[in-house]
């Protein structure tokens, strides 16, 4: 259970590095060049579906082992 743990952990900590690099990527292009580059803007959108996929994923499993487990004790 420890491993798992620290696994989730790590996979959270990687969601929000992710989100908080994106926007603060962006925010540096608009203060310094007052634009935003495609690139970046492939980046925030690939580092936003990454990380809801992490947080998405985890609490849908969350769910099934809920009802699997309320079903087995039924």
């Not at 952990?9 to 962006?26: D, F, K, R």
């Not at 580059?37 to 990454?50: E, P, R």
Request: proline content about 0%.
């Amino acid at each position: 259970m420890e491993d798992t743990k620290g696994f989730k952990i790590s996979q959270y900590a990687c969601a929000v590095l992710l989100i908080v690099s994106s926007i603060a990527m962006v925010t540096y292009q608009v203060v310094k060049i007052d634009d935003v580059a495609t690139g970046l803007l492939y980046y925030v959108a690939q580092s936003f579906l990454l990380a809801g996929s992490i947080f998405g994923l985890n609490q849908y499993i969350k769910i099934i082992k809920k009802q699997y487990h309320e079903h087995k004790t039924q």
